[in-house]
Antibody
Framework: QVQLVESGGGVVQPGRSLRLSCAAS????????IHWVRQAPGKGLEWVAA????????NYADSVKGRFTIARDDSKDTLYLQMISLRGEDTAVYFC????????????????WGQGTTVTVSS | EIVLTQSPATLSLSPGERATLSCRVS??????LAWYQQKPGQAPRLLIY???NRATGIPARFSGSGSGTDFTLTISSLEPEDFAVYYC?????????FGPGTRVDIK
């Protein structure tokens, strides 16, 4: 069964760091572009970051650029989102999602989503 | 950054009725638009990509149209499970951006 499972969320103080994980099963992460999307409580969807199919390119939302970094371990079929200098506005459910495109450097839409992991930034 | 505007914010309809949701984009994005459905407590579900291509497993009552700056998601006859929030999303330029959503609720 094709699925993604996020973990690593929790409550963290402002300014601290957290690393989220996204484990893939039923498909090879190495052939997939993966996105992180977040949703603040009661709000809409906000795209956060993406890594390309080959893992060599990354893109970030301006709101997280310089603070969040994607890393991937294809041998473990796991993607990570390293978050530093966390702020209250980073409080959200974080989803990882696979892009439906299998064409390198093409991103059509997100067809497989995890269940999300909750990050709360609060003192 | 490309800005997406969805209208209406809320659509109140009865099962069996036709739903027409609009997504307007701040600059031309060709056909590079996707639509998602999200129910409370669940992850979004991809319905349509590249304006008019239904994702795998999506029923034929969902259809997408449009290009440039104006896009439409149509649900031809609402089923009880279709009452949810719908988001559009552009992939033409980085950063990827989503619209604010349209809530379709039961009249």
């Amino acid at each position: 069964q094709v699925q993604l499972v996020e973990s690593g969320g929790g409550v963290v103080q402002p300014g601290r760091s957290l690393r989220l994980s996204c484990a893939a099963s039923g498909f090879a992460l190495s052939n997939s572009a993966i996105h992180w999307v977040r949703q603040a409580p009661g709000k809409g969807l906000e795209w956060v970051a993406a890594t390309s199919h080959d893992g060599n390119k990354e893109n970030y939302a301006d709101s997280v650029k310089g603070r969040f970094t994607i890393a991937r371990d294809d041998s473990k079929d796991t993607l990570y989102l390293q978050m530093i200098s966390l702020r209250g506005e980073d409080t959200a459910v974080y989803f990882c999602a696979r892009d439906v495109s299998t064409k390198p450097d093409h991103y059509y839409g997100m067809d497989v989503w995890g269940q999300g992991t909750t990050v709360t930034v609060s003192s | 950054e490309i800005v997406l505007t969805q209208s209406p914010a809320t659509l109140s309809l009865s099962p069996g009725e036709r739903a027409t949701l609009s997504c307007r984009v701040s600059q031309s994005i060709s056909y590079y638009l996707a639509w998602y459905q999200q129910k409370p407590g669940q992850a979004p579900r991809l319905l349509i990509y590249d304006a008019s291509n239904r994702a795998t497993g999506i029923p034929a009552r969902f259809s997408g149209s449009g290009s440039g700056t104006d896009f439409t998601l149509t649900i031809s006859s609402l089923e009880p499970e279709d009452f949810a929030v719908y988001y559009c999303q552009q992939r033409a330029n980085w950063p990827i951006t989503f619209g604010p959503g349209t809530r379709v609720d039961i009249k």
